[in-house]
């Protein structure tokens, strides 16, 4: 009898610890018996995986805001990479957390050990030469996004589009004022949902212009209700003092999570770039998204081009073209953001069109994707055949 199928892991925040939670069902129907360990979240210990440090180890963002926790993350990795390779796994995955995860990649792959990053960095929109570094870092990497695909294929790095989990997720269709009874919502107010991140320093630099934009909006037009679903207590406290002082006669409703709810409840959305972006697409909504960096990290970015997309947001890449308002940095001005979401909240027409554009994205994305990626991750291994019905996207 073969011996069981050992897997590492190493899963960012609460998005990757999600992906890893869903991965790990997958594999155990493909390989039964398989043991997983590494750096997880609650999701993927309750999947099974033997945690040796918490995902949320992981949470930083920003070019600059990095740097006073990489002495932490470098004795992390160190740390990390040890006992990985002590216990020499059959593969190991790294789900998302592209700056930790590829450069323990490249040193378990020295050793040989196979590796694959689940979750593709953005190297097609910014910094394209990381692709090198990718190339010596990974066996495969799985990608969430068909347009990924094609750009690994044009560098000659393995890689396979399994579609995204939250495409499998959430219903093709879904129904408003369900949602809106199942918060305790108006049933005909119009409702505009607000997403200000999951990170806290993300909030926090984001707080204020969601708050302003509030106020904008609420004077404009004083029927319009907000809805506001917050990541953790830290990021509801961070955004309650930005209403405080920002918009403090504005009635925003403050959820403990419950985002994709709060989106299918709402006519219209303001997000943080990220992955609230492709939820509130999948969700049909029409949204404005914004995207702020600390000062440092935005000027490096402009100063040495770092940015090759033309787009930031998931829904207008997508699409490859501008179907959202996205706005960075200067842009972010609550009378452009409001203006834009009262053109929505006032053109059903227009909103009806973009959820028929957004439908025909979800459909391309909705691959069953956690199999797909165990499959794929079992192809690599030799113990499964390969997977042939990603490739046509």
């Not at 069981?4 to 018996?33: F, K, N, Q, W, Y």
């Not at 006992?83 to 040193?107: T, W, Y």
């Not at 809106?180 to 212009?209: F, K, T, Y």
Request: net charge positive.
């Amino acid at each position: 009898m073969p011996a069981p199928l050992r897997v590492g892991l190493v899963a960012g925040e609460a998005s990757g610890d999600t992906l890893g939670a869903a991965l790990i069902g997958a594999l155990e129907r493909l390989a039964p018996g398989a043991q997983f360990f590494g750096i997880a979240g609650p999701k993927m210990q309750a999947a099974g995986c033997e945690l040796w440090e918490p995902a949320e180890a992981l949470a930083v963002m920003g070019l600059f805001e990095i740097v006073r926790d990489l002495p932490r993350l470098f004795r992390l990795r160190s740390r990390v990479r040890r006992r990985f390779l002590d216990a020499r796994p059959d593969v190991f995955v790294g789900i998302d957390a592209p700056e930790f995860n590829l450069r323990l990649a490249r040193d378990l792959r020295a050793a040989g050990i196979p590796t694959v990053q689940y979750v593709s960095p953005q190297v097609w929109a910014w910094r394209q030469g990381r692709v090198h570094s990718i190339h010596r870092s990974v066996d495969l990497v799985l990608c969430l996004l068909p347009f990924e695909k094609r750009f690994y294929g044009s560098q000659g790095v393995a890689a396979e589009f399994v579609g995204h989990p939250l495409a499998d997720a959430i219903p093709l269709s879904v129904d408003r004022r369900q949602a809106r009874a199942a918060l305790g919502l108006d049933l005909d107010a119009p409702i505009v949902a607000l997403l200000p991140g999951s990170r806290r320093g993300e909030v926090a630099r984001l707080a204020g212009d969601f708050a302003a934009t509030a106020q904008w909006l609420a004077a404009e037009r004083p029927e319009i209700k907000f809805v506001a679903p917050m990541a953790s207590a830290a990021t509801r406290a961070i955004f309650a003092q930005a209403l405080e002082r920002a918009a403090p006669r504005v009635q925003v409703r403050l959820l403990e999570g419950q985002a994709q709810s709060a989106l299918i409840a709402a006519d219209a959305a303001l997000v943080a770039s990220g992955t609230a972006s492709l939820e509130a697409a999948l969700c049909k909504r029409p949204m404005v998204v914004v995207y702020r960096l600390g000062a440092l990290s935005a000027w490096m970015i402009r100063r040495l081009n770092l940015v090759k997309s033309k787009f930031f947001s998931q829904p207008n890449l997508l699409a490859d073209r501008r179907v959202v308002g996205e706005y960075f940095q200067e842009q972010i001005r609550p009378e452009a953001i409001g203006a834009e979401l009262l053109m929505w909240l006032n053109d059903p027409g227009r909103r009806a069109s973009l959820e028929q554009e957004f439908l025909g994205i979800h459909v391309d994305l909705k691959r069953d994707a956690s199999a797909r990626a165990a499959q794929a991750i079992m192809a690599l291994l030799g113990r499964a055949p390969p997977v042939t019905a990603s490739a046509a996207p």
